[in-house]
Every structure is written in structure tokens, then in C-alpha cells.
């Protein structure tokens, strides 16, 4: 039993080696950092005393002087993602896709713009992620929560994963719950339960402080954990050549509106369009065909 363990822990230990080796061979350092891998490590090791920096989310500052457990549990979560390398490149790379409009339409909607790495806990950022509780995309809305805010969710389409529009239903949400709880962390933090069950905790423990109220474990390591992608990604880019993956990420593309249409593939080709590409631009249409109604595609330019 102990000689099949032992095997066991290095045949992992061989396959994570590989994987480290195809990473870094894939991405050459050259093209992806300024530093070496080393410097980077020791960057984060000097980090590590959270007395010598100042973090916050939503203009709230993380409390670390309260307790040290507050203190711990920003530095698990902080430890776990700086750690990943992979993980953070990967971040970065959808982040050059998707940051850009969600900062722009959280500006428009006055909501703070560290609500962008909810995203990112939400996610990881991957475009057609869908729980087992069948929250899908980026934001995780749940089908009925995403009719409230004006999403489609039916045979046809899920507008849950059109990035614009669930976007902006996420953006009114965050209003709302600010609305409803008169601070951003919970507001926050509301987006992993729901707004009535943060205002019942902020009632019966008499706490208006989303770090010193008692609740469930997720939901409390929830803004600490955007807390800590916001300052582990920005620490990572420093060392990351953002000029390089932009151009790499880059993809033209251009909007065009349509009505109904009764065979989408057959559009596709009367129209000079791959219906691959329609289909990966435009992953919110779940047929062949889309229902009367003004839609807005997303399509290659040619």
C-alpha cells in the first residue's frame, strides 16, 4: 500500500513537471515577461507582510487591524491565486478581452470598477461556464434572477450569455443592491447569496461591516477573494508583456442587426459568413433559427 502511494505522489509529481515544462516552453519568456520567472517569485515573497500595504475593495479598506483572522483569510486567498501562474496568465488573456467593456459600462452605471473581478471569481472569465445550479457565463446569473433583469432565457436564446447584455444586467444588479444595502461590499457580496439574506444578517447581528458579520464560508471568502485577484493580477502584469498578448488577442469584429431569421445556416452562407464563427461570436442563440424580435450580431469582419 505505502510502495503504491509513494508511486502514486511521483507519478504526479512527473505529470505536473511536464506540465510546467510544455507552459513555459509554449511561452517563451522573452514574449511574456519582463523578469524572470525567479524575480517574480521573490516579488510575491516580499508582498507576502500585509502590514506594508494598503488593500481594499470598492474604496473599503480590508480591516487587518481588527483581528487576525480577517488577516488569515485574505492571505489564503491571496497565496492560492499568486501562486498559479497559469492561472493568473490566463486571466490576464480573457481580461484583455472582456475588462475593457465591463470597466466601461460599470463607469456608466456609477458602479465601482473592482465589481470587474467578480467576473473573475464568478467564472474564471470562461465565456460558456455553466454551474451544476445552471448558472451560466461570465456573470453566473441563474435563469430566473437573469429574466428579472431583462435577459432572454428560452428554447430559442439565453441572452445569459450574451456578453453585452448580461453585462449590463449584472451592472443593475449591483445598483440595486447598493441600493438595498447602502454599501458596496455587501452589495458584493449579496451577488453570491441574494440581497434579502445580507440585509437579515446586517439586521440580526446589528453589523453593518461585511468583514465582521457572521455567515456561511463561500460567502464570506467571497470579496476577499476579489480582493485578492484585483491586487494579484495587477501585481502579475508588471511582469507580463501586455503590448505582446494584446495584439495576440486581438480579433476584428462588427456588429450587425437583424429580425428573424428561419435558418441561420443557411444565412450564414447567403451572407458570406463561417456558421462556426457566428456560432462562437454569438453563443446566446441556442437554435437554428432566431424569433421575431430586433437582435444585435456579433460577426467577423471580412
Known amino acids: 500500500m505505502k510502495k503504491t502511494a509513494r508511486l502514486s505522489v511521483l507519478l504526479a509529481s512527473i505529470v ?3 506540465v510546467l515544462l510544455i507552459f513555459f516552453s509554449r511561452y517563451p519568456r522573452h514574449d511574456l515577461y519582463r523578469h524572470s520567472f525567479q524575480e517574480y517569485t521573490q516579488h510575491i515573497q ?9 488593500y481594499s475593495f470598492a474604496g473599503t479598506e480590508v480591516p487587518f487591524w481588527v483581528n487576525d483572522t480577517i488577516t488569515n483569510r485574505f492571505e489564503r486567498e491571496y497565496q492560492n491565486i499568486v501562486s498559479n501562474i497559469p492561472q493568473l496568465l490566463l486571466y490576464t488573456k480573457r481580461g484583455i478581452l472582456y475588462f475593457p467593456y465591463i470597466k466601461q459600462i460599470l463607469d456608466e452605471s456609477w458602479v465601482p470598477e473592482d465589481f470587474i473581478y467578480l ?3 464568478e467564472s474564471d472569465l470562461y465565456p460558456i461556464a455553466i454551474s451544476p445550479a445552471w ?3 461570465i456573470w453566473q446569473f441563474l ?3 437573469a429574466r428579472e433583469y431583462w435577459l432572454q432565457v428560452d428554447g430559442y436564446v439565453d441572452e445569459r450569455l450574451n456578453f453585452e447584455k448580461s453585462t449590463e444586467a449584472a451592472a443593475q444588479y449591483f445598483l440595486n443592491a447598493y441600493d438595498a444595502l447602502g454599501d458596496w461590499t455587501l452589495a458584493a457580496a449579496s451577488f453570491n447569496r441574494w440581497v434579502t ?3 437579515s ?10 468583514y465582521l458579520l457572521t455567515m456561511n464560508e463561500q460567502t464570506w471568502r467571497y470579496v476577499f477573494r476579489a ?13 507580463v508583456d501586455i503590448k505582446n498578448l494584446t495584439k495576440e488577442m486581438n480579433s476584428q469584429t462588427k456588429k450587425v442587426q437583424v429580425g428573424s431569421i428561419e435558418d441561420i445556416a443557411a444565412w450564414s452562407i447567403e451572407n458570406s459568413y463561417k456558421l462556426n464563427d457566428l456560432k462562437e461570436l454569438n453563443p446566446w442563440i441556442l437554435t437554428n433559427q432566431l424569433p421575431d424580435w430586433e437582435w444585435v450580431l456579433h460577426l467577423p469582419i471580412k
Do not use: G, H, M, N
Open 16 to 18: 505536473v513537471c511536464l
Open 46 to 54: 516580499e508582498k507576502a507582510a500585509l502590514e506594508d500595504r494598503w
Open 119 to 121: 467576473s473573475v471569481i
Open 135 to 137: 448558472a451560466a457565463w
Open 143 to 145: 435563469p430566473q434572477t
Open 197 to 199: 439574506w445580507i440585509k
Open 201 to 210: 444578517l446586517v439586521t440580526d447581528q446589528k453589523e453593518t461591516s461585511y
Open 227 to 239: 480582493t485578492a485577484v484585483k491586487y494579484a493580477l495587477k501585481d502579475f502584469q508588471k511582469f
